[in-house]
């Protein structure tokens, strides 16, 4: 068994799942408030948004591949593509979701419309935010691992080798890790959207 | 202290205020009151710029509202509201602090503050660090007070402040704003629909009929000399109401749980399970009713957990009007076999009718107050 070489496509998996779903927060996240401002566009956005769900995990990462090229870029850009779905739906539902009179009552004691986001309506959505922000990296993990085939590197690398050379050692030592990052991310996640329901 | 001239609101086509012209004085203790959806609550909003009047001046300390920043003004004006509305995610310290933290008052001033207004409804210091989520309803709307009164604003509005608590509650309640409102000559702008409130608390009495005033005066004005016979009806059908139990707003509660129809299933089973109760409200875009989704309905249904529960929702479900006949109400429960039935106005859930609730508003009138919840 190859440790290093083990322990690098952790990294670069983790690395690609991490700037993937970063830019999928980094688009998705603004897109959820500019939606709540303008609920009249987010039908349309959301039927955007649910279309490309249904691509294909491999017919999408074509399609990035035939503008960026082969290589890890393409996994990210797919990635935050996918995450989309569950970062804005979970963030324009929770944001959505605070009580009208909460909100009713921030206005009228002379908050600012930003101080009603930033003191009020974040806080509150933060644990079906984060929910969805955890969608995201699961899903996230198995796309990168999918990667391989355009050309990626990451654990998916050694599932593919693995497989291809007949090593089963080779194709466990990028199986397991996959699986046991998705339970430990998993977990994780989880634990810190119970602590951001400190109140309830 | 706050005068309106001329003041005009509608929505679209709709005309919700046909020409207010009001004057109220400084320290006056000031009770809109009218039947539902006459306008007492457009009336209260305007004065802090929660919304803008179609046509009109508004004068808040003798300035003309519209050329001051919203923000600014509502700084000034404490606002209080029968959702409560405190911050769920804050402690009541917090909470109460919000205002003086927002104008950037120091820890310490804050601080004694908090506790200052804490003794004035007669609290204790440890529920300083309490969240809102463990307060009974009566504690959270001292805490929303509070919250309102922390700045010392020189005008308080309250929008039908204690119309969802027990008629314990609300007396003392009732007692603390007639007593803030002498001690501290708060300015206070008071909406109920509740003519004995507005009999035992008011200075002036402002009585509103479909988007105009119908009369200003003192209370005892008012019972001795009303302006017509809607003045006379409406303070007579209310008298008599005591004891008696005509309309479904007597007999239904004011705490219902609602969710927007984008909200998925397991949102859903979520919310009940936190608000402890069998069933929620949709609400479609613009807030308004669209159906009920029970418990019961989730788990008759095969849904999966991300589906939104507009699709689910029973939209055929019978309601009624917070004015219709309270047996009315009960006839259509017993028909229907139904548990809980909708209270509506246009398109506004304001209440709900459930075996409970009914048997609670019995209970009191048979007993004559004697009944616990
Ligand atoms: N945002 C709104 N859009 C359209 N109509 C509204 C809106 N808010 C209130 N209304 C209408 O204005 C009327 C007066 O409402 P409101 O001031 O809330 O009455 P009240 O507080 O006296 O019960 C009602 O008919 C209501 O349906
Ligand atoms: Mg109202």
Known sequence: MNWPSVFSAVLTHLQITFF???????????????????????????????????????????????????????????????????????????L????????????????????????????????????GIRLAVVSALSIATTGVFIGAGGLGMLVWRGIQTRNTAMMLSGAVPISMLALMLEYFIERIEKKLTYYK | MVRFENVHMSYGEHAVLKGIDLHIEPGQLAVLIGPSGCGKTTTL????????????????????????????????????????????????????????????????????????????????ERYLDVYPAKLSGGQQQRIGL????????????????????????????QDEIMTLNKKLHKTVIFVTHDMDEALKIADVII??????????????????????????????????AVGKLDTVREVMSARVVCAPDDTSVVEAVDLMRRQ????????????????????KDIQSFSCTGDEMISR??????????????????????????????????????????????????????????????
Not at chain 1, 118 to 131: E, G
Not at chain 2, 146 to 173: C, H, K, N
């Open chain 2, 207 to 240: 009585l509103m009929k479909d988007g105009n005033i119908v009369q200003a005066a003192t209370p005892k004005e008012l019972l001795s000399h009303p302006a017509n016979e809607f003045v006379e009806s409406f303070i007579g059908k209310q008298r008599q």
């Open chain 1, 20 to 94: 993937g779903v970063l830019l999928g927060c980094v688009i998705g996240l603004p897109m959820a408030v500019l939606l709540i401002q303008k609920p009249k566009l987010s039908h349309s956005v959301f039927a955007v948004i649910d279309l490309v769900q249904t691509v294909p995990t491999l017919a999408m990462l074509i399609f990035v591949m035939l503008l960026l090229g082969l290589n890890n870029r393409t996994v990210v850009v797919s990635i935050a593509l996918f995450s989309l779905f569950p970062i804005i739906r979970n963030a324009y539902v929770g």
């Open chain 1, 96 to 131: 959505n979701s605070v009580d009208r009179g909460t909100l009713r009552a921030a206005k009228g004691i002379g908050m600012t419309q930003l101080q009603v986001f930033t003191k009020v309506r974040i806080p509150i959505a933060a644990p079906m935010i984060l929910a």
């Open chain 2, 312 to 373: 689910l929702a029973n939209k055929q479900i019978p309601t009624v009007h917070p004015e219709g006949s309270a047996s009315e109400a009960f006839k259509i429960m017993m028909q229907e076999n139904i548990d809980e039935l909708p209270v509506v106005d246009g398109d506004r859930v304001v209440g709900i009718v459930t075996r409970r609730s009914m048997v609670t508003s019995l209970a009191k009138v048979v007993w004559q107050g004697e009944a616990h919840e």
């Open chain 2, 45 to 124: 909003q305007l004065i802090n710029r929660l919304i803008t009047p179609t046509e009109g001046k508004i004068f808040v300390n003798g300035r003309d509202i519209s050329t001051v920043d919203p923000v600014e003004l509502r700084r000034g004006i404490g606002y209080v509201i029968q959702e409560i509305g405190l911050f769920p995610h804050m402690t009541v310290k917090q909470n109460i602090e919000i205002v003086p933290k927002l104008l950037g008052w120091d820890e310490q001033k804050r601080s004694a503050r908090s506790k200052e207004l804490l003794k004035l409804v007669g609290m204790e």
């Open chain 2, 276 to 295: 402890r109760v069998p069933s929620v409200f949709v609400l479609n875009k613009e807030g308004g009713f669209d159906g009920q989704i029970s418990i």
């Open chain 2, 146 to 173: 509070l919250r309102a009164l922390a700045v010392e604003p020189p005008i308080v509005l309250m929008d039908e402040p204690f119309g969802a608590l027990d008629p314990i509650t609300r007396e003392s309640l």
